[in-house]
């Protein structure tokens, strides 16, 4: 298996097409990078911003360039030595517009009789919901177009069948002869007919556990591969299949030279599956990363401000618990009513209601994504017992369910593990992770804001354990569904450190901003320390997504425009007040350099580790993303193209992030062209009073130093007589110093934070 030694995201769309990313190739391989790695590229719904609402998986999306684009891309990063991977997406494709896919449209107009029927995840006791009616519904705003053979309703086009309706048919009579019908889109949760991704309606489940579907869909992937035009493939939601290791190990076979990572979200203490793939795509790494970033030490006192300026007494358990019962209840109703008609000698036994509140109360203390019977099968042990301590009045039917649960052949089992998953993305990355606010910055896809900070010794551990186990896994620090980006949580992190100055600058923003909630207000004050005062606009996109996904004072689906109107409010106070903006202006400034210090140290650290890295689009500068979509903003590809003119030594760390991009460059082009220095781990300490700030490592010939706890050292007076133990000569690709022996860490790191080495021939 051919391994890029770093990979570079791009998110392709009509903005970047296929014939720009070609043309950034030269630019990227100035930049050492190993592989540039796209987002989806299949033929996505119209005006798509991220390719992951596949229309067609046969074809590469006209609006990202066809396929005379991918060949020309194809071309320039041969040309450059460059690899290329690519992102599929096996578990769904789009159906939002029915028109623009083809093979929805045939099953909405053929149903079982269509080709494609066998593609779709669809329950076939009941026609297919589709749920686009609005509140105020009439008969008379469906047209019947017996020329086109469409029905619509307003921007909705659904095809008529054939040989069921006549000219003189009434718009109720043609609905009941169609293979589907149409509902109210409040209605979806509980009546939806198909399974989709998460509680999108408008992206349909495929069953790619058909050996003839999967051939259908992933053919165009495999050409690519048989074509010899790609060097990976990440797999996006593999938790979604029935069976992600039987997809994974059919796609290995049929792509046996080809790196593939997937998308799985590792719970604390969770291993990966035992699947014929080189690992994840990251977001196990990045937890590591965030935590080395703050202060254990800090974690009483920033509790105790929380909780005091808050009133917030829940731990974490507490909140994931509540909020994925939220989602449980909310959002799930349908998938609960499928499994629950699979189980009727259960349900005959114990009553519907029952039987539905033990399998909510499974979903809800299941701690990780899901178990991939018959591997993992002790995290449904451990949900079973736990839910017979929380709930002992369901003990009897939870017996009755195990046996099933626990059978790989049982349909309900399928169906329970493909609804863990989503619930728990739903509950905790887009519900806890908005509400919980102790410190942001650990709130993160994968993440663990139970815990506060990582020791260097915990930190060397886990990546040791990395080296061991998962070697060729991808790292990440950025990626286009993270809640906030790499430099936004390395100043967060700061806060850990400076607990008594954030105290007094929280209490003094609640006490004036005006946030209606408290909670919020915390989070929203974490937010802009983080990402300073942008464009407001951003910051008020971002909030009324935080607040909605919290689901607690507004939702999606029922704002409460006045809640929002007054969190808008605040948001423009913090702006305009100069009273209220100075507030958080000063804990920005305290934590600007410090956070410099951070996002380098964690970018050196991802870049020479254990894995392959991956830079996410422009951040090799400094960058102030949020959640996306603002994290799919246009990239200044020429500006970056310019430093590489007048950069020519290693700069000064300062606001123009030139030396985040001159520490990207020469560690993405080290590990491009001495791929023999980064083969194992090796921890290196520190000796003196300082020792705990370093964090250094061996990869076998190339050396990482990093800072860490950038302000408590500060505080501590510097690095001191602290030093670090160095075996022979050695040079700092960074700034061209030499080292020889047992160096002052004060001198090794006096002009960046952060030393990459070689030895001297």
């Given at each position: ?586 804990v920005h400034a305290l934590v600007e350099q410090p ?62 992030g030139a030396a985040k991009w001159w520490v990207t ?97």
């Open positions: 298996m051919a391994t890029p030694t770093s990979t570079y995201r791009l998110q392709l769309r009509a903005g970047l097409t296929l014939d720009d990313a070609a043309a950034l190739c030269p630019q990227l391989a100035d930049l050492g990078v190993g592989a540039i790695y796209c987002s989806p590229l299949l033929r996505a719904t119209d005006d798509s911003d991220h390719g992951y609402d596949v229309v067609d998986p046969t074809m590469i999306d006209p609006a990202r360039g066809g396929e005379e684009g991918w060949s020309r891309l194809v071309a320039a990063a041969s040309e450059h030595d460059l690899g290329l991977v690519v992102d599929i997406v096996p578990n769904h494709l789009g159906v939002e517009a029915p028109v623009e896919n083809p093979s929805w449209w045939s099953v909405l107009r053929d149903g079982q009789a269509s080709p494609y029927a066998a593609w779709y995840d669809i329950d076939w006791s009941r026609p297919i919901t589709l749920p686009v009616l609005g509140d105020d519904f009439a008969d008379d705003q469906l047209v019947i177009d017996t020329e086109a053979g469409e029905l619509r309703y307003f921007e909705h086009r659904f095809p008529l069948a054939e040989g069921t309706w006549s000219p003189g048919d009434e718009a109720p009579r043609v609905l009941e002869r169609q293979h589907y019908t149409l509902i109210n889109w409040r209605e979806a949760n509980e009546r939806l007919s198909y399974r989709r991704f998460f509680a999108v309606n408008g992206l349909a489940g495929l069953r790619v556990e058909d050996e003839a579907v999967f051939a259908a869909t992933n053919e165009r992937v495999l050409r690519w591969v048989a074509d010899g035009q790609v060097a990976g493939i990440r797999i996006d939601h593999p938790d979604g299949l029935v069976d992600p290791g039987g997809y994974l190990r059919r796609l290995a076979d049929a792509a046996p030279a080809t790196w593939l990572g997937a998308e799985k979200i590792l719970e604390p203490g969770e291993s990966l599956p035992p699947w014929p793939i080189a690992g994840t795509t990251g977001y196990d790494a990045m937890t590591e990363l965030t935590h080395l970033l703050v202060d254990p030490a800090g974690e009483k006192a920033m509790t105790d401000t929380y909780v005091e300026l808050t009133g917030d007494t829940d731990d974490v358990t507490a909140h994931v618990r509540r909020a994925k019962d939220l989602v449980c209840r909310a959002l799930f109703g349908a998938e609960f009513a499928r499994i629950l008609r699979l189980l009727p000698e259960v349900v005959d036994a114990h009553g519907g209601e029952t039987t539905h509140e033990a399998l909510r109360e499974l979903v809800v203390t299941f701690d990780v994504y899901r178990s991939y019977l018959p591997y993992g099968v002790e995290h449904l042990d451990t949900a079973l017992e736990r839910a017979r301590v929380v709930r002992p009045e369901l003990s009897e039917v939870l017996s009755a369910l195990s046996p099933i649960l626990h059978d790989a052949g049982h349909e309900a089992a399928s169906r329970f593990q493909q609804l863990t998953g989503p619930a728990m993305a739903k509950g905790l990355e887009d519900t806890a992770w908005y509400r919980h606010a102790r410190l942001i910055a650990l709130n993160e896809v994968g993440g663990d804001p139970s815990r506060f900070g990582l020791s260097t010794g915990e930190f060397h551990q886990a990546w040791q354990r990395r080296t061991a186990e998962q070697p060729h896994s991808m790292l990440s620090l950025s990626t286009h569904d993270t809640k906030r980006g790499e430099d936004v949580r390395a100043r967060i992190a700061c806060l850990s450190e400076l607990p008594h100055a954030w105290h007094h600058a929280a209490e003094n923003f609640l006490a004036e901003a005006g946030v209606p909630d408290k909670r919020f207000g915390y989070f929203l004050a974490q937010t802009l320390v983080g990402v300073g005062f942008p464009d407001r606009a951003r910051v008020h996109a971002y909030a009324e997504k935080a607040m909605r996904e919290a689901s607690e004072h507004t939702t999606w689906d029922d704002p409460d425009h006045g809640y929002e109107e007054a969190v808008h409010a605040a948001i423009d106070r913090s702006y305009d007040d100069p009273s209220v903006r100075g507030i958080l202006e000063r956070g410099w210090s951070n996002s380098l140290t964690q970018k050196l650290v991802q870049l020479t580790g254990p894995g392959v890295p991956d830079v996410y689009q422009g951040t090799e500068l400094w960058e102030d993303s949020l959640v996306d979509p603002d994290n799919r903003r246009p990239v200044p590809f020429r500006a970056l193209a310019r430093l590489a003119d007048y950069v020519t030594t290693c700069p000064t760390v300062d606001e123009t460059r020469a560690a993405l082009r080290l590990r491009r062209d001495r791929p023999e220095l980064f083969t194992g781990y090796a921890p290196l300490l520190a000796s003196g009073p300082a020792a705990e700030h370093l964090v250094g490592f061996d990869r076998g010939g190339a050396i990482t130093v990093a800072t860490r706890l950038p302000i408590t050292l500060a505080g501590a007076g510097g690095w001191g007589t602290t030093t670090l133990a160095l075996d022979g000569a050695w040079t700092d690709v960074l700034t061209g110093a030499g080292h020889t022996g047992t160096v002052a860490v004060a001198d090794l790191l006096h002009q960046v934070p952060v030393a990459l080495l070689t030895r001297d021939e």
